[in-house]
């Protein structure tokens, strides 16, 4: 798994500063992407060291690690969500492109998950009638509660 380049966002969770990491290689290839730089296979390794490397500099600033996409390689996203988990105080959150959620191998690996791709006619997250969803997700239920990221 691969990284285009990571910025630190304020709108993508609500009430959280989240490090939010552009995943390449996406596989769901959305006429009108936004960035289609991501498509291709290129960048820089993800890795455990990586992202312990963003903690030792950005936690406690951070409060939520942001996957955009990884809809190719949902294995090594779960080891490193995983890895997340087991170590740092920070929201997890993943940004599918998916229509619908992809299949969780255990409860509790994400706090937010947001799917829908990209659909130009309908708009992005904050448009009304837009096809993508943002969930909370309750770490001991499972359950889902949708998150509006239209102003408040
Ligand atoms: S999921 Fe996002 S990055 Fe991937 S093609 Fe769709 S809009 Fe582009």
């Known amino acids: 798994m691969k990284f285009y ?15 939010a990491v552009n995943i390449t290689n996406c596989p769901n290839h959305c006429p009108g992407c936004h960035s289609p730089h991501l498509w291709e296979d290129t960048g820089e390794s993800l890795t455990a060291a990586r992202i312990d ?31 997340i988990r087991q170590r740092y105080p920070v929201k997890i959150a993943w940004y599918s492109g998916r229509t619908e959620i992809p299949p969780q191998p255990e409860r509790g690996l994400f706090d937010y998950i947001k799917v829908g791709p990209y659909l130009q006619e309908k708009g992005g997250l904050k448009a009304v009638g837009t096809n993508q969803h943002l969930y909370a997700v309750n770490a001991e239920t499972g359950a889902l509660k949708e998150v509006s990221l239209r102003a408040r």
């Open 5 to 19: 380049n990571f910025d630190i966002v304020f709108q993508e969770i609500p009430d959280e500063v989240s490090l």
């Open 53 to 83: 490397q963003w903690m030792k500099d950005y936690v406690p600033m951070v409060t939520c690690f942001c996957f955009m996409g990884g809809d190719g390689e949902t294995e090594e996203l779960w080891r490193l969500a995983r890895h």
